[in-house]
């Protein structure tokens, strides 16, 4: 079974500053996908970037980008820039693909404050 | 283009009653999925549906129930309901169950049950 672990359970940073989310994760699977989601009080999950397992090249979408060690099991997101409306939780996932279906583990999430 | 509808966005239950939540994926996404999520933890998978057929379900037990309709929408029910019960179920739809393919969520329908 796999695990995700998301240590930090509330963060904050100023506006316009750089904050970096921690996430390590538990498998025995080689080919995978790991996912960093935002839920905003709105409730509903946005995918914000996704990682493939096999690639060593770090993700990247804007001004959100992960360091993906995969020896480490360790897939941190990084947010530059910080908007006040990246105020949100943020959730570490990961997709193991088996048979005919896959399935998101989520870890516990991070609560992420931007203070103006 | 519309994104996965959830109905209804609340609902307050009795215990020992009976619900059903539906689901509206996006269109030419043949694949749904219902999590749960208690109030501050993550999601947990409840069942994946793929082209009508259960393609995978996870360690809930069996007064949940799903199904997947021909216009691949989908429904989830409780039966026999429990103060437990009482989280916000999100639904995700995807194009297929290939890791290609990510979830697209909705907003959810928080349940409560007292």
């Known amino acids: 079974a796999q695990t995700v672990t998301q240590s930090q359970p509330e963060m904050s940073v100023q506006e316009a500053e750089t904050v970096t989310l921690s996430c390590t994760y538990d498998?025995?699977?080689?080919?995978?996908?790991l996912f960093w989601y935002k839920q905003p009080p709105s409730r509903q999950m946005i995918l914000v970037i996704r990682?493939?397992?096999?690639k060593q090249q770090n993700a990247t979408e804007n001004r959100f980008s992960v360091n993906f060690q995969k020896a480490a099991k360790s897939f941190s997101l990084k947010i530059s820039d910080s908007q006040l409306g990246d105020t949100a939780m943020y959730f570490c996932?990961?997709?193991?693909?088996w048979g005919a279906g896959n399935m998101l583990t989520f870890g516990g999430g991070t609560r992420l404050m931007v203070k103006p | 283009d519309a994104g996965v509808t959830q109905s209804p966005t609340h609902l307050i239950k009795t215990r020992g009653q009976h619900v059903t939540l539906r689901c509206s994926p996006i269109?030419?996404?043949?694949?749904v999925s219902w999590y749960q999520q208690v109030l501050g933890q993550g999601p947990q998978f409840i069942f994946q549906?793929?082209?009508?057929?259960?393609?995978g379900r996870g360690n809930f037990p069996d007064r949940f129930s799903a199904r997947q309709f021909p216009n691949y929408s989908s429904e989830l029910n409780v039966n026999a309901l429990l103060l437990g019960d009482s989280a916000l179920y999100l639904c995700?739809?995807?194009?297929?169950?290939?890791?290609?393919?990510?979830?697209?969520f909705g907003n959810g329908t928080r349940l409560t049950v007292t």
């Open positions: 996932a990961f997709m193991k693909q």
């Open positions: 498998t025995s699977e080689n080919n995978y996908y």
């Open positions: 990682q493939e397992a096999y």
């Open positions: 269109s030419g996404h043949k694949s």
């Open positions: 549906y793929y082209e009508k057929e259960e393609r």
């Open positions: 995700a739809s995807s194009l297929d169950v290939t890791g290609y393919s990510p979830l697209h």
